[in-house]
């Protein structure tokens, strides 16, 4: 069993895996299931994941068998198991519980495709309908804080399997990015009586020295304090601090916004490995009027990046400006 | 002239180059130097780097010639610039500064040598007395609140030249990390009337699972709640929140206490990409009873932490008990 502890001096919980390491180097040999020969995400392999949580397939085709467009499976190395209680306690001025949640694989397409900007729009929505369900499905069971959606591209970005998914981990406690943004979206709340994002919004539209692109509901642009070359965050119009209340055109809008957003990214930086997440409200808050939700995309590009983790600091050698242009060109 | 932005949500800094990259493509090629066929460090290139502003060297020795046995350099590619004011101001909804602040190099070696654990523990000492020295002098500048001392190791850790080297940047703010630690400090103090690290030392030698090597000064162990695998962290076992401030014959045992954990580590690893960052407290705070200057030392292995930097959410594969075992028994 997974175990998440919580750093005493800033509060930070970490999933420590509990399966033990043999020899030290173990754990370098990150897993390629796709060198056997077979990708297990592709149609005809649905034997090779665990049973599917979720599919949107054809009206004639049986479970884990072809005829899905969508498919979502347990993790087959899972970070959180989904069985068990919580089991907080202490040890001397520790915190640790057990590790439990849910990690879930969100298969984008039946084919073998790397990248979901590949994908019709159509398709695309689906994929972000598999996005909505399984968060509300998770979100009934009351041991879960948090559910996070994210998305590894290129092996540099953590991807050990090139065929096009999301992964989904669902959690007892809410991440410290995520508490650090509501907070910091609390201050100006209190102190000025408006949502920072949409404050944000309305001087990037106006601004529009950052803007990447913009639809009727959303705009993409290179944020102000940008940590990484060519980040890029995709924000919501209309305020909402929760994701799942999505409405239908919204979706719609947004299959297009993120497959035009990521397809700039990636013909500017000639396919980069990157990430995005959703960064979405905690499943016990209701609609709140100081945070909103939005994608946060992250290439990966640099090894620069060396010391960051430690110590919360970025040095960004391209301008969110200079980004904001070089994406803007790209026709997407 | 580099500029320092403040994201507007949860307050984090960021250095953004202002140099205009033509080409998208420009930042992605690392400064290779080394591989003009010399390496600029060693002894014999003093004028391969800007002016020497510290150096431990020879009596008879002349300033940018060889002689000398640790030496300080400007970084000649700085992401901050000591000449200016800090121009303070604001754009909307967002504040930003000129990017004033030094970045300096601590040559550890005439030698070119990879790791400063080839250092006899004499010219270790020494490296430590460089890091102090420069600290203390550049504590002076009333526009600097913050020196970050942190080395890169090893090209996926970040370095761009091999030869053995500390990085100094300072800086007219303070990073997240070492706010988000003092806050977390001052919190414990309050509630329990301690420093949360002198409870650490005291449970973790207690314990003795998670301990790596203990001398007389320092306690080395793998932290309850590491992010990485074989992270791990020395602490000295006298209070104290600033490095700076540290004994004569603390940093005689600092010297040692950091070469034997770093050679376990490489050892154990077989020379794994690492980075160490002393965490201290700010320039303008005399001693604090809440907080406590520490190293954090990471070694740079999995790839698999994609998404951490975007959520502050880490998932390790090791625990601190096994990798605190493993580099337990390798004789350093």
Redesign the interface.
């Known amino acids: 069993m997974p ?1 998440l ?17 043999k020899r ?2 173990d ?2 040999t ?1 897993k390629q299931e796709s060198r056997k020969g077979f990708c297990p995400f592709c149609k005809g392999f649905e034997d090779k994941t665990p049973p599917e949580i979720l599919a949107y397939r054809t009206r004639d085709s049986r479970p884990n068998t072809p005829g899905w467009r969508v498919r979502v499976v347990p993790n087959k190395f899972p ?1 959180l198991r989904i069985e068990g209680g919580l089991g907080k306690k202490g ?4 915190d640790l519980m057990n590790g439990i949640g849910a990690h879930e694989v969100i298969i984008e397409s039946p084919d073998h495709i790397v990248t979901n900007t590949e994908l019709s729009n159509e398709h695309m929505v689906e994929v972000l309908w598999a996005y909505r369900d399984r968060m509300i499905d998770l979100k009934k069971d009351s041991r879960f804080s948090y559910g ?1 959606l ?1 998305k ?1 591209v290129g ?6 399997l090139e065929h096009a998914h999301t992964q989904l ?1 669902v ?1 007892p406690i809410v ?4 508490n ?2 509501m ?3 609390r201050r ?1 709340y209190n102190y000025r009586g408006r949502c ?2 949409c ?2 919004i309305i ?1 990037e539209a106006a ?1 529009r020295k950052r803007v990447v692109l913009e639809t009727e509901h959303y705009i993409s642009f290179s ?8 980040e890029t965050w995709i924000v919501p119009k209309r305020h909402s601090s929760c994701f799942e209340n999505i409405q239908k055109v919204e979706i719609e809008d947004l299959a297009e916004t993120l497959k035009r957003t990521l397809k700039k990214i990636e013909v ?3 396919m980069p490995p990157y ?1 995005y ?1 959703i960064h979405t409200s905690p499943f016990d808050q209701g609609e709140l009027p100081y945070y909103h939700w939005h994608i ?1 995309i ?1 290439p ?21 400006e ?1 980004a904001a242009e ?1 994406l803007g060109q790209i026709e997407a």
């Open positions: 175990e502890r919580r750093d005493p001096i800033i509060g930070r919980w970490v999933i420590i895996a509990t399966e033990r390491v030290p180097r754990f370098r990150e970070a040890d001397g001025i520790y996070l994210f590894n092996m540099a970005a953590g991807a050990s981990i959690m991440p410290r990015t995520v650090a943004e907070e910091g979206g100006f920072i994002f404050d944000m001087q601004d944020p102000f304090a940008a940590r990484f070359p060519f500017t930086l000639e990430n997440v946060e992250i990966r590009l640099t090894k620069v990046a060396g010391f960051e983790w430690g110590t919360g600091f970025y040095i960004n050698p391209v301008t969110p200079d070089f």
